[in-house]
């Protein structure tokens, strides 16, 4: 079969997930990517502040993105980069964090659902953020607003804590797939980034369906010359392993040091639109890939907190390699379209970085390092 004919089967497979006709489908993804992201898109803020004002009976003396700020804004970030969480600053009481999800209006429910979980979070006396009022969701402009309790202490950001807040926050995220759910109490699907505007949610392997409709939007504004690295990337994503059949928990969609807030020691975890019950084992990998852009010594940190409370499968442990590409190529996905969209399509030859995302050979230092870790 042809690379394009691949390609097409791509979505001749998501075509029958749906029920829907192939051109149906990819219309389908295209309409997914075109909403992601839109959580960007600028919003009125005073419009925002005379909503909130009504819906509590509180009074705003300000309202500002958390990233304007550099004692909240997480390490590496620049301003702009998360609009849609603002820090709400009240008359009368402690600030709020108002988190905005411009995505579909039949998705409410999903806000809702965010609000379900972190009660059920509160109740088994997790380190998570607390809903900040017994109604926390509204819609503004037909977007889901959940209000959440501000954490003090900002962002983990000293280098030198590197090595405790990693094994932290292994240590935490294993906690969190400890937690008591086949009673059915956090019954729906998670794990996914859900940073595509609300359209791909649910298990982990949402983010290799968002990938895929990234591609799909620029498939054919691909420069001749990179063909070849188009259809090297789509294969990645065609071929990766997507988690399924794996050991299931409560987990987090985006789990690393950017969802931790507080101080070294009582850190708070934060952003739970991904979460719900799906495989384990990709939220503990984005957490070593990124703790191992910094130090793969750091690797061995974050594996000694994690299982403290989980032993990993045989099954998971081979499988690890493989899961460690998940993230890395979703975003390689959305690094690529931006290129294309601006006029450049990256050839094999340019040094673009984010060829290396799917190849094996990090993922199998990282794998290695934390199967060794597990064994000391």
Same mark, same amino acid.
């Given at each position: ?29 295209? *309409?997914?990517?075109?909403? +992601?992201?839109?959580?960007? @898109?600028?919003? !009125?803020? &005073?419009?925002?502040?005379?909503? %909130?004002? $009504? ?44 988190? *905005?999800?411009?995505?579909? +209006?039949?998705?409410?429910? @999903?806000?809702? !659902?965010? &609000?379900?979980?972190?009660?059920? %979070?509160? $109740? ?253």
């Amino acid at each position: 079969m042809t690379k394009q004919g691949s390609f097409k089967r791509a979505v001749r497979q998501h075509a029958r997930r749906t029920g829907q006709r192939y051109t149906e489908a990819r219309a389908d993804l295209e *309409i997914a990517e075109k909403q +992601a992201f839109v959580h960007a @898109r600028p919003f !009125g803020h &005073a419009a925002l502040t005379a909503h %909130l004002e $009504a819906q509590y009976g509180i009074r705003i003396t300000s309202l500002a993105s958390v990233d304007d700020d550099p004692r909240t804004r997480p390490r590496g970030s620049w301003p702009g980069h998360y609009p849609a969480t603002l820090l709400i600053k009240r008359e009368d009481g402690p600030p709020w964090i108002a988190r *905005i999800f411009s995505s579909p +209006a039949d998705r409410v429910s @999903r806000v809702q !659902g965010d &609000a379900e979980i972190l009660r059920f %979070l509160a $109740a088994h006396r997790f380190p998570a953020e607390r809903v900040a009022h017994e109604e926390p969701v509204s819609v503004f402009n037909g977007s889901g607003v959940i209000v959440t309790e501000f954490v003090e202490g900002g962002r983990p950001a000293d280098p030198g804590d590197a090595p405790a807040v990693e094994r932290e926050l292994g240590s935490v995220l294993g906690r969190l797939h400890t937690l008591p759910v086949a009673d059915g109490t956090v019954a729906r699907d998670g794990g996914s980034d859900e940073s595509g505007g609300g359209f791909h949610v649910g298990r982990p392997r949402e983010d290799l369906a968002t990938a895929m409709s990234l591609l799909v939007s620029v498939e054919d504004a691909v420069a001749p010359r990179g063909r070849e690295g188009f259809e090297l990337l789509r294969d990645r994503v065609e071929d990766a392993d997507d988690a399924e059949g794996l050991p299931e928990a409560l987990t987090h969609g985006n789990y690393h040091l950017w969802s931790a807030v507080g101080t070294p020691g009582n850190l708070v975890i934060v952003g739970w639109a991904g979460s719900g019950r799906g495989p384990r084992l990709p939220a503990l990998a984005w957490l070593l890939t990124t703790a191992a852009e910094s130090d793969l010594a750091l690797v061995d940190a974050a594996m000694s907190g994690y299982r403290e409370h989980v032993q990993l499968t045989d099954e998971e442990i081979e499988r690890l390699p493989g899961i460690l590409n998940m993230k890395p190529l979703y975003l390689a996905c959305f690094q690529y379209r931006q290129s294309v969209r601006n006029g450049h399509t990256p050839t094999l030859d340019d040094g673009w970085p984010s060829w290396d995302a799917g190849r094996t050979g990090r993922s199998q230092r990282i794998a290695a390092r934390a199967i060794a870790a597990l064994r000391s």
